[in-house]
């Protein structure tokens, strides 16, 4: 298939991108930016494409057979002074079914939204949150505009714990940094629990709703593969870079390296288990694998 990958300049979408291409597949990123300081990226064809301007054209679009949509925004991408709640619900609750609609009446036969978990494990938290609410504007938007010819679906991720050859994430940068001690700060972490998942396994799944296109289409469905708490997801960090058990204090506070506002289930217990027919439809995505993301991300990052 010929695939336009958009927000294949971040870490999940320049991993479907590479897993896409190394299947067989004809990839395209798609962005506002081209990402040259990733290699492997960067030897991808490259379509510029602004979803939330509306500069991207049918024309342009028909090119494909599929397309994968990774380019939620969040707080990180409201421009300075907008209105936080307004750019997000535009952004991503009016702009991403528009831009599937789009894709729709330009031919392509696939689309792909990767989305969030939470509004799934936290529904009560989602009319409070701007960026919640989006999120599932966005991926119930998308499932809307599937029909007999268009198989549209969202694929909706808890935490995505991986990394990209050449690519430097930096919230797993600090954490490294963060287990090396480089920051001088306490060894602590915040309270809470929830579901963790690989990129791999992501990429997985993204490419068995391509594949299983009319069994998933019109859906939104929860991914996702290991319960753990936040003390756990990082003592695993501070293991692999120091080669030995840490336990680490949780606390109430503030947390420097998982903040309140990056942690939309707030100090909850989550715990779920995805539907085993759901994998199935996606592929047979590998389950048990955000262990060996920590590794590969070890091995990138950390030099002993």
């Known amino acids: 298939m010929q695939i336009l990958v958009v927000g294949g300049a971040g870490m ?47 024309e342009q679009l028909a090119a494909f057979d599929a397309i994968v949509f990774t380019a939620g925004a969040d707080m990180r991408h409201v421009p300075k002074g907008e209105d936080p709640a307004a750019f997000l619900i535009r952004a991503n609750g009016e702009a991403v079914p528009a831009f599937a609609k789009l894709a729709r009446s330009a031919g392509v036969k696939n689309f792909v939204h990767v989305g969030s978990a939470y509004p799934y494990i936290v529904p009560d938290l989602v009319e409070a949150s701007a960026y919640l609410r989006s999120r599932k504007l966005a991926a119930d938007g998308v499932a809307a505009t599937s029909t007999t010819d268009f198989s549209a679906c969202s694929i909706d991720p808890p935490f995505v714990v991986g990394t990209v050859p050449g690519m430097i994430v930096p919230v797993f940068q600090a954490y490294i940094q963060y287990a090396e001690g480089k920051f001088g700060l306490p060894e602590s972490a915040p309270v809470g629990a929830l579901n963790f998942i690989s990129v791999r396994s992501l990429s997985e799944a993204i490419a068995g709703a391509l594949e299983n296109g009319p069994a998933v289409s019109g859906r939104t469905i929860l991914v996702g593969d290991e319960n753990w708490s936040y003390a756990t997801y990082l003592e695993k960090f501070f293991k692999a870079v120091r080669k ?46 955000v262990d060996n993301a920590i590794e590969e991300i070890i091995a990138a990052y950390h030099q002993e």
């Open 244 to 289: 030995t058990d840490v336990k680490l204090e949780v606390r109430e506070e503030e947390h420097p390296m998982m903040p309140r506002w990056s942690l939309y289930a707030q100090d909850r217990v989550v715990s779920y288990e995805p539907d085993p027919e759901d994998v199935k439809r996606l592929g047979n995505y590998r389950r048990h694998d």
């Open 12 to 58: 999940i979408g320049g991993h479907a991108a590479l897993f896409l291409q190394s299947k067989g597949h004809t990839v395209t990123v798609g962005g506002r930016h081209r990402l040259d300081s990733v290699p492997l990226l960067a030897a991808l064809p490259f379509l510029e494409v602004d979803y939330v301007a509306g500069t991207i054209t049918k």
